[in-house]
């Protein structure tokens, strides 16, 4: 096995900074007011990690200041871990901000280690975040190696302790049982501390340190939870600044879309119903609901609905967190890449059309038709959702544009007029049905032509006597 680390520094202040463009100073402190992150306006007024927070605000008191929140880290962890199950489906959260992916299965699917390490590097570019790596056969030397910032790559066991032991001590994790650290007994790197007597080392320090080192050097199994896809998606972003218009809403909702994008890619599956919820600063939440009319897991699209219906839609002002959750998720089979991959791409487009002009001018004002079993013309069909299957019996010879309301026709020696008189070319056609419902009809459909040469459908009402238009071929 070979595994990947990937250790995440900044992470308490990349939960926090959602939009990249953002030039404010901003520093995230730990409960104890210790500065733990910053962004870069921040280090160019000389803030340094580990300053406290009345030390930061003596330099520049225009620093935004955040309080670090924990169970966001966790979430951002699984997020980025879901963007990476398409290179390993053996992936561990480490906290508090490393990852580990086996990557070794996937070596050959990537050529090399090193091009699979690029890509893994370029993913997490993608998703605006920096990240530590090592390459290792143990994932706790990879662990110690990424937070060392060695960007080392391992392939064998028995290279590991000529990079292991020149690592320095504060890699290792100590109970410190005994009050006294081993930097303190002057141990600097791993490599002095292996060269103490085991006993000596259990004696001082207890088992867990020459545990720490039988796992790293391969002695000892050393297995990692793996991290389980949830089952739905659910997440929720802050944004960096209060926004009050889609246009400033955008950046945050493009995030947010990718990462469900991303979870779908991962299971095979397409959104068919989501939900959006925004919030603004006195905690009023604003739900919105879609549903597709194919699933759907492309990001663009995705971004376009929402755009849509929140441009139509009256939102709240200083929106300070956006949350997405999939209701319906449906399976989606890989596109076909054959020679006539037609018809596939054809139902996908068909689909997003039908979902954009719902979500521009909502959802009861776009349906489907289907035929429905009454021989009245204007009762023979049904409203339908947009793009549902339905089996169609086949029909005479009928125009698809029928009047709303008949229209009456006068007529000379019973030859109908419609700016001249009609010619007959075809019928009668006798529709006498609706008894049960007192709506019972008695006609004579005709195939009539006018006179600049329009095809039109009339009939007569036999209970009237009287000529009507009811419908205009094309």
């Not at 947010?256 to 890619?265: E, G, R, S």
């Not at 056609?429 to 009339?458: C, H, M, N, P």
Request: glycine letters at 4%; one cysteine or more.
């Amino acid at each position: 096995m070979l595994w990947l680390c990937l250790n995440f520094p900044d992470l308490p202040i990349n939960i926090f900074s959602i939009d990249k463009e953002i030039e404010k100073p901003m520093m995230v402190v730990e409960s104890s007011n210790t500065v733990i992150a910053i962004n870069k306006p921040c280090w160019s007024l000389g803030i340094k990690n580990g300053m406290s927070l009345s030390a930061a605000y003596a330099l520049s008191n225009l620093v935004e200041v955040k309080h670090r929140n924990k169970s966001q880290e966790v979430k951002k962890l699984e997020e980025i871990a879901i963007s990476l199950f398409r290179y390993s489906s053996q992936i561990s959260i480490n906290l508090p901000s490393s990852i580990l992916i086996e990557i070794g299965a996937s070596i050959k699917l990537f050529r090399n280690t090193q091009g699979l390490k690029n890509q893994i590097k370029k993913t997490i570019i993608e998703l605006g975040l920096n990240a530590q790596t090592a390459i290792s056969p143990t994932p706790l030397s990879a662990i110690w190696l990424a937070s060392q910032q060695t960007e080392t790559t391992i392939l064998t066991i028995d290279d590991l302790p000529q990079h292991i032991y020149s690592l320095p001590i504060s890699a290792v994790e100590s109970k410190n049982i005994s009050g006294i650290h081993p930097s303190d007994v002057g141990i600097k790197t791993i490599g002095e501390l292996v060269h103490v007597p085991r006993s000596a080392v259990t004696q001082r320090w207890g088992p867990h340190i020459l545990d720490q080192l039988d796992r790293a050097l391969g002695k000892k199994p050393d297995p990692y939870p793996l991290f389980v896809l949830p089952h739905r998606f659910n997440t929720k972003i802050s944004l960096n600044l209060p926004a009050s218009s889609v246009t400033e809403l955008l950046f945050g909702i493009h995030r947010i879309i990718q990462n469900m994008t991303n979870y779908l890619q991962v299971k095979q599956r397409g959104v068919i119903r989501f939900e959006l919820t925004i919030t603004n600063e006195e905690n009023f939440t604003h739900n919105f609901n879609f549903k597709l009319s194919v699933p759907s897991r492309d990001p663009k699209h995705l971004t376009n609905l929402i755009q849509e219906r929140l441009n139509r839609e009256t939102i709240p002002s200083r929106i300070e967190s956006i949350q997405l959750k999939s209701i319906q998720e449906l399976p989606i089979t890989p596109s076909s890449y054959s020679l006539i991959p037609q018809s596939e791409r054809i139902e996908s487009s068909r689909g997003h059309l039908i979902d954009q002009l719902q979500a521009r001018v909502g959802e009861k004002a776009v349906y489907g038709i289907t035929v429905y079993a009454d021989h009245r013309p204007e009762k023979s069909w049904r409203a339908t959702i947009p793009g549902e299957q339905h089996q169609h019996t086949p029909s005479t010879r009928r125009p698809s544009w029928l009047l709303r309301t008949p229209k009456a026709l006068i007529s000379i020696f019973d030859i109908p007029q419609l700016r001249g008189p009609l010619t007959i070319l075809n019928g009668p056609e006798r529709i006498e049905t609706g008894w049960w419902d007192e709506k019972d009809v008695k006609r004579d459909y005709f195939l009539a032509l006018t006179q600049d040469q329009s095809q039109v459908w009339i009939y007569k009402d036999k209970k009237k006597q009287q000529w009507f238009l009811h419908g205009i071929f094309s």
